[in-house]
């Protein structure tokens, strides 16, 4: 049976902060006696004493925690100086406020600690959780009491979670809410009748967890599962939640409940000691053996590890927050000790850190839960268990030894994989085949014996087979090859990918840890090939078919950030990473060569759709260069999408797309239209656009002396950047307003997921500026841009716009399209509003990023123009910043090509001298790169630009 637990039954260190509670209660006995007796006095008095030794306390605690060698001594000691504050506080109220001498049935109370501060661990914002249990209904005097206690307590400034209830109303409760069993699981004794509380243990033991174990754990099981799914259902978010998500404290937690509850609630922790209790037996079995003496060390370093960060995640925000923000990590990396070394930087280092740890946690929820599980589960129905013992027999085993155990795959035993490494692949690939789950014994027997993963062993041709069936053939290779991350087996046996476990990235572009993103990734291929992205992604969901040879493409996508951190350079890096690891597969040279490729140059996609003019004939012919065969050119776009959808959700929109069909397509052409290369290439990209221009004109101009004169004076590339039905719309539009007031029309381009508008107007100068900038004012974000002007010093300029939340502007109301109208008609005739100083739209947490700013010329792209490629901090009316700029030292934008990658702008212009409209000269760009480095480098105010301003901006 249970005993009554009381803070000094537990093996818990001495607290670091000793309170002298006979002092404490001598100065609150003082205080009474120099008291009027009034209550409101007393709680007064009472307060003050309290929160002195409270707020010194506290401060003692949280000032040395650098000192400790983890977090849960810090969270003992914290824990324990709330137990002389309560304790003291409820002696001052039962002996002087409310006294009862000879207490009556209805009198009798006692106070226990619950859930984390019944465990003994309190943070410095956590909540304290108490538990006043009655002998029976409430009467004044208890009412009294538990009122004098509750708002003495909120004086002190503490947060309490309370509840009052006879030791009958707590086992009923307990017995059909599992959230406040856990809570009582873990109580402690704190002050006053220890009958009641010795009452209370024997009925939950024999009422509650006698008869309700199987119901506890799957009720933790479940209530994990949900807390992971409103976490997000990856432990490898870049900004964890660490307490309730997935691979933090909780996870721990569940375990040790779960334990707890079947080992019949022991005392002391059973997990948390340095060396394994005696087994405790009952009529399930014994829970020896469920961990190693290892694992009992990772479990314990974890969880110290954990309780360390989440105490200062608490103390570095000033409140109770669970995630660890950007905002947060670097000083939390820096109080942990982390210092930045061979150019990794020590937050970076941190985060590793902490994500291997999530990782050991995921390893050590798997094992113990599913063990648990297993061990709880109520038997199966005899068809049930006919039905899967039977499926080996229809599905013959990969490998002898493979067994069937409660609808998972298992080993009879470790021997297995001892006698021949190779089933450890074997048993994954036949998992994955018939969409099963590992038995925790085949999980703990892997992670167990991976120094089996020896070099002859990679290079072994039937093990890379198997791989390869895993990684290319599989039915699920996401879920497959992230229980292989979660063992350890994948980055032991793909050392290129083992660098990159649990490796994080310090920027607001990316979600995920750099391997949990390139598994996404693979599960995006994978996803497109059978289909599931045809609606979203139609061109490639049509190419996989066409691909000569997949498993270049998966491999590619496995090993395409490898190089990171890599002193060649990611590109440089990864490639020799690839060329290793592939050759180590014993992949065919073309193959190897063709990989090697792939990671080489698996930003160049997005790069030139994003931030080029794919209506440049020079842009389309440099293109064509690198990537030099249609084979290519498939592999890049499946690879190029899945990448960029696998960075976190909404990276991915229409307006990528459309760049990106719009360069596939001009690239297939130049294809089409010859072999050649170097000069004979540009020459026959150039004479193909001529031809589809001089062919363009002719139909659009069929039958309309008007279109035919007006697309007279519009340059070649005017034609290429926009479909017919939209040349139809700025002609009609530019005839309306040639000479005469400026027209701006505004429509939703679902295609480009962005609003378009068209801004037609005599051309002058600042023009651009001055647009930019009215739409800075109404807060929205500029996503491209494109610049035109006619023979006829008309301008023609289109921007594609989104809102804040990264959807079309106006999307659902057209009303809000007509107003920006309207300003942007103001706009082009010089009326827009005074820049206004905004704070950033990133809030404090970009400012803790390091944005180097650059500015980089490129007149070798473009023979017609200059290309300003700039980078820097991303702020509200950057881009009208930029282009005033560009206004003042006599420079023509010609088209812009806006991009964000979380709190770094990327944006790219070509330009022209405006006398010349030639490319800039030398000293002009040097002139240039300091005046648009100042723009960038301008200082950040933390702050958010708020809705209502963008609100009058539209009502101008």
Known sequence: MVEVPSPSMTSNPKPAYPVDGKALRERLTAAYEDSSGDVSDLRRKAVSILKAEWDQGKAHILARIDDQKGGLSSAIALSALADEIVGALWDFTLTHVYRARNPTEGERLSLLAVGGYGRGELAPYSDLDLLFVRAWKETSHSESVIEFILYSLWDLGLKVGHASRTVEETVKIARTDHTVMTALLEYRYLAGDKELAQNLTSRLNSEVIRQGTYEFVTAKLDERDGRHARSGTSRYVVEPNIKEGKGGLRDLQSLFWMAKYMARAMPAPLLREPRPRPAVSDEWGTLEGVLTDRERQTFTQAFDFLWKVRFLLHMTAGRGEERLSF??????????????????????????????????????????????????????????????????????????????????????NAEVFTKAPIAMLKLFRMADRLELDLHPDAFTAITRNLKLITPDLRRDPEAAEVFLDILVRGKNPYRTLSLMTETGLLGRYIPEYGHIVAQTQFNMYHTYTVDEHTLRAIGIIRD??????????????????????????????????????????QEIGGEIAARRACARLGLKDWQIDQVA?????????????????????????????????????????????ADIRAVGPGIWNGWKGQLMRELLAATEA?????????????????????????????????????????????EDSYLFAFSPEEIKQHAQQAWSTFQSDPSARGRIDTQRNAAAFCICVADRAGLFADLARCFTNIGANVVGAQVFTSTDGQALDVFYVQNTEGKPLGYDDPATLRQVENLLEKAALGDVAAPVVHKSTLSTKAAVFSIAPTVVFDNESSKQATIIEVSGRDRPGLLADLAQVLNRHKVDISSAHIDCYGE?????????????????TRAQMDKLHKALIEVLDQPVIPGKKGRAQARASLAR
């Open 327 to 412: 905002d947060l990590q670097p000083e939390i990396a820096q109080r942990m000790g982390y210092v930045s070394r061979n150019g990794e930087p020590a937050v970076e280092r941190f985060m590793h850190r902490y994500f291997i740890v999530a990782k050991e946690v995921g390893a050590l929820t798997r094992i113990f839960c599913a063990t648990l599980e297993s061990q709880k589960a109520k038997p199966l129905t005899r068809l049930t268990q006919m039905v899967q013992s039977s499926m080996l027999v229809f599905n013959k085993p990969e490998h002898p030894g493979f067994v069937m155990n409660a609808g998972r795959l298992s080993v009879q």
């Open 528 to 569: 497109i090939e059978t289909g599931r992205y045809k609606e979203d992604h139609p061109l490639a969901s049509s190419l996989m078919p066409q691909l000569a040879d997949k498993e270049t493409l998966y491999l590619a996508m496995l090993l395409h950030d490898t190089g990171k951190g890599a002193p060649e350079g």
């Open 597 to 641: 490729w792939l990671v080489r140059h698996h930003l160049v996609l997005s790069d030139y759709a994003q931030k080029r003019d794919v209506s440049d004939p020079d842009t389309i012919a440099a293109f064509a260069r690198i990537v030099e065969t249609p084979e290519r050119l498939r592999l890049l776009l499946v690879l190029t999408v």
């Open 670 to 714: 130049a294809f089409r239209g010859g072999r050649g290369s170097g000069s004979d290439a540009l020459t026959q990209v150039r004479e193909h656009k001529r031809n589809r221009a001089r062919d363009m004109r002719a139909a659009l101009g069929e039958n309309s002396p008007d279109m035919k004169a007006w697309l007279e004076t519009m």
């Open 904 to 920: 770094r702008a990327v944006d790219a212009f070509y330009v022209v001298d405006h006398f010349s409209k030639a490319q800039l």
